[in-house]
């Protein structure tokens, strides 16, 4: 890190301010990595354990960056205009019933989320339709007189750009963008979801790198231009971070209103994700930032702005800037997310009679059904069936051991898994580093039932109680 930071004071930037914002980004939300750059360099690198700056994790509306650029190219090249009617490229799609609202709907009411949507169609959403997604989601009903003027956020608005940009572009985003953009600014292959009829899903599903968004952020800061080659054209992101409609409940906030499929502010614009994913630009300091995170806090904008500010206007003493920019390298060299509670490392007890037998679990949010523990030194061994597949993994004693349960699913392969015993309660915590994702388990055992609690950082599930879902492990009884 030392690398990294070494230049911050000449770059006349304050780096107490910097290691103060990321103590107050560690307070208030469960950050994964971030990267910032000033000019162009980076300034803050870093992760924390066990998510690092290697491994892509999925986009959620983060991702609409990529449709909101690809729709600029259509428009830039004559293809597509921003009034077009929307039920010119999908009537194909349109079901037997639909409302006639429809055919209200412009590109424009799609790109700035005013389509009059009464219900967020999201990726939990569309992901219980087993096809037909454009048809299903042009069955639901619209607001009329909320068309083009009341921001309703509705990620089939995604989707559907997406597939008029396949149309007319006659690729669909992923390759535009992978031809364009991604093979000029060294971000590589990537990847990016796509519906059951093969589209890219437009609003959620991308896979990115806290270093993959930085860049990409620093691309539209230089306007679209890299090393002398206008990428996307300057005019397209010049109005795609206009704020065009005011987003209810966040009048105070750095981003206030939404813009082209991105959110905007007076002195920042953003490509922002469900639990915490930022495209940061600001627009007088040339900043660009590229984060992960798992939280469900809409904050970590406002908190970036504030400090860099700071950074930039409030000078360091001559005196602390050495130490300063210390304290600032060890907090990036010592990142790290905590680990699960207990200093023993060998079940005693109650608990170590479950060891080593198989249990079975009543229903639960991950659908694990069976699982037998096994502890050989320091490593706890897990022989577990999840939705009737058969997996065997590894947990280290306070520290963590990186599991490939799925080697060939880009989307939950690594899973990063901990443990520690508090007497006669297990406690393991998994990070899911390909996800937004990290969750904690407590196993303790209550006369003959084994009573065992989830917590996740962040879910779409229905609220709980402290955040906590509740289910019951039982020894499997032997038949002979």
């Keep these: 890190m030392k690398d990294i930071c070494a230049n911050v004071s000449e770059m006349g930037l304050n780096p107490e301010k910097l290691c ?50 690809c729709i600029g190219y259509a428009i830039d090249e004559g293809k597509l205009r921003l009034d077009d009617k929307l039920l010119d490229y999908v009537r194909g799609e349109l079901p037997e019933e639909y409302d006639s609202t429809l055919e209200e709907l412009t590109v424009y009411h799609l790109l700035t989320m005013q389509a009059g949507s009464p219900e967020c169609c999201n990726n939990v959403w569309f992901s219980k339709l087993k096809g037909a997604w ?4 042009l069955k639901e009903p619209k607001i009329k007189e909320d068309i083009g003027k009341i921001f ?19 690729k669909n985003c992923l390759s535009i963008m992978q031809e364009r953009i991604f093979s000029k600014i060294d971000i590589g292959e990537i990847n990016w979801l796509t519906s059951p009829e093969g589209h ?9 790198t806290a270093r993959q968004i930085a860049t990409l952020a620093q691309l539209l800061m230089q306007k679209g231009n890299w090393n002398g080659e206008q990428l996307i054209p300057a005019w397209w992101i010049d109005e795609m971070s206009k704020p065009r409609v005011l987003i209810p409940g966040a009048e105070n906030m750095a981003l206030s209103s939404y813009a082209y499929h991105i959110k905007a502010g007076k ?10 994913q930022y495209l940061i630009c600001f627009r007088k300091y040339p900043i660009a930032i590229g984060i992960t995170s798992g939280t469900s806090d809409y904050v970590v904008a406002d908190i970036c702005l504030k400090y860099l500010k700071e950074a930039i206007e409030i000078k360091c003493k001559k005196e602390e800037v050495e130490q300063a920019e210390k304290r600032l390298n060890e907090k990036l060299a010592n990142l790290k997310l ?68 799925y080697q060939d699913d880009y989307t939950k392969k690594h899973h990063c898994i901990s443990y520690a015993f508090e007497k006669n309660r297990l406690n393991i915590s998994v990070g899911l580093i390909n996800t937004s994702y990290r969750e904690e388990y407590c196993f303790c055992v209550d006369k003959d039932k084994l009573v065992c609690t989830w917590k996740p ?14 289910f019951t492990g039982i020894l499997q009884e032997i038949a002979y």
């Design 200 to 208: 890219n899903t437009g609003g959620w599903g991308m896979y990115l």
């Design 152 to 170: 309703h956020y509705d990620s089939g608005c995604s989707y559907t750009l997406s597939r008029i940009v396949t149309k007319v572009m006659g």
């Design 457 to 470: 950082n962040v879910t779409y599930l229905p609220p709980q109680s402290n955040n906590i879902w509740k």
């Design 134 to 137: 454009e048809t299903q989601w």
């Design 267 to 276: 002195e920042i614009f953003a490509a922002e994700g469900a639990f915490g």
């Design 338 to 405: 905590p680990l699960p509670c207990g200093e023993e490392d060998q079940a005693d007890g109650k608990m170590q009679a479950w060891m080593d037998k198989t249990i079975l679990f009543t229903e639960n949010p991950r659908n694990i059904q069976k699982v037998v523990f096994s502890q050989k030194g320091k490593m706890l061994n897990m022989r577990l069936v999840i939705n009737d597949e058969e997996k065997t993994c590894d947990a280290g004693f306070k520290t963590w051991i990186r599991n490939d349960l």
């Design 20 to 69: 103060e914002m990321i103590e107050t980004l560690e307070k208030e939300v469960e950050l994964h990595s971030i990267v910032v750059q000033y000019g162009g360099k980076k300034i803050i690198e870093g992760a924390w354990d066990p998510f690092t700056l290697e491994d892509p994790q999925m986009m959620h509306s983060l991702s609409k960056i990529g449709t909101a650029i």
